[in-house]
T-cell receptor, first 113, second 114 residues
């Protein structure tokens, strides 16, 4: 049963600390998406990769957020320094370019105090 | 640019009643349309998709949706609600050839009363 996995599932950290979230896309998928979900803003697209290359990160605060794909089986989203307003659930999704549907991971619930 | 409108934030139905969740889209080119479901503390799960084949699309868990171009709608229905259907539902649109990006609606919470 192929699934997107995300680690950690929960993270509590103090303001100013670095946070790294990891995602393993479904094997063979070549698109990866990072989303942030909050009650106020709903689901926001932060970044999008195709074949490991970043195609769109316009939704991401550039001064503190960074997203990378070191290899085809790992995507990372880093926040440095973290702030309380970054508290949210961060989802990773993967898919095949041209097929449009995305498969979501279980999310990382981040709390910044 | 494409967009999705899900009117209202909450729908409540009785168990066994018809479920109808509305979605209207805006797209300058033929769209691909999706419904996702999110159960508490879980990620989004694909319910069904429309990709320009049959206009009536059947999905998992007894849900279906009908693409109506004249009404720019893609409403989600289920004949008989079950308690396990209580969740948040998201409609999403993608423009063909648009690098697989989806634009999501704000979501609607479905409650099912016993």
């Amino acid at each position: 049963d192929a699934r997107v996995t995300q680690t950690p599932r929960h993270k509590v950290t103090e303001m100013g600390q670095e946070v790294t979230m990891r995602c393993q896309p479904i094997l063979g998928h070549n698109t990866v998406f990072w989303y942030r979900q909050t009650m106020m803003q709903g689901l926001e697209l932060l970044a999008y990769f195709r074949n490991r290359a970043p195609l769109d990160d316009s939704g991401m605060p550039k001064d503190r957020f960074s997203a990378e794909m070191p290899d085809a089986t790992l995507a990372t989203l880093k926040i440095q320094p973290s702030e309380p307003r970054d508290s949210a659930v961060y989802f990773c999704a993967s898919g095949l370019d041209g097929q449009y549907e995305q498969y979501f991971g279980p999310g990382t619930r981040l709390t910044v105090t | 640019a494409q967009s999705v409108t899900q009117l209202g934030s909450h729908v409540s139905v009785s168990e066994g009643a018809l479920v109808l969740l509305r979605c209207n889209y805006s797209s300058s080119v033929p769209p691909y349309l999706f419904w996702y479901v999110q159960y508490p503390n879980q990620g989004l799960q694909l319910l069904l998709k429309y990709t320009s084949a049959a206009t009536l699309v059947k999905g998992i868990n007894g849900f279906e949706a009908e693409f109506k171009k004249s009404e720019t709608s893609f409403h989600l229905t289920k004949p008989s609600a079950h308690m396990s259907d209580a969740a948040e539902y998201f409609c999403a649109v993608s423009r063909t050839g648009a690098n697989s990006k989806l634009t999501f609606g704000k979501g609607i919470t479905l409650s099912v009363r016993p």
